[in-house]
């Protein structure tokens, strides 16, 4: 496990775009350029935002992006993304990849850690469930592939409880 470097975008493209190639995790229509993977980088190293890789032998097989809302009301959140290659699923590297997130979540004194995941990724529901992470919500329909449509499932884990309201 180590943090993204701006020289590591062509191998993370290249994980992403293998598994955006299975069409069962991702929603967009496949992963960014190369070159805007990098400015991602390079920016996450300026900004409350990070990137951590997961390596076995040398090969990229996860990463975890964490990235702090911007706007005041909403800087106590990060949102994470979390994937991992086909072959090295169930093996511990999603697990290792958001107690990272974690770790660094509470150094930054981030209050809640937020995903969307879809309702058919059940093995990452079943990841984010046993780290501690609770529906918040589910988008009905939201995602389209193909003829048919898949909910999103909006999954929260709160670092700090929440305050009751006023």
Request: with cysteine; glycine share 8%; charged share 25%.
């Given at each position: ?25 991702f ?6 350029s ?12 300026r ?42 699923r ?17 150094e ?6 937020s ?31 193909g ?20």
């Open positions: 496990m180590r943090l993204a470097r701006r020289a590591d975008a062509r191998a993370w493209h290249a994980l992403q775009q293998a598994i955006y190639d299975e069409g069962k995790a929603v967009g229509d496949g992963p960014a190369e070159r805007a993977l990098a400015d991602r980088l390079q920016f996450a190293a900004h409350s935002a990070t990137v951590w890789l997961a390596e076995r032998s040398g090969e990229l097989v996860g990463w975890c992006e964490a990235a702090r809302l911007g706007a005041a009301r909403l800087e106590h959140v990060a949102m994470l993304t979390v994937a991992v290659a086909e072959h090295s169930r093996r511990g590297v999603g697990s290792a990849l958001l107690a990272e997130a974690e770790r660094w979540a509470r930054q004194r981030v209050r809640k850690l995903l969307h995941v879809r309702a058919g990724n059940e093995a990452a529901l079943a990841l984010y469930r046993r780290a501690g992470f609770v529906v918040e919500g589910v988008e009905r329909g939201h995602v389209r592939d003829a048919s449509f898949e909910d999103n499932v909006v999954m929260a884990k709160h670092l700090v409880a929440p305050e009751a309201p006023a």
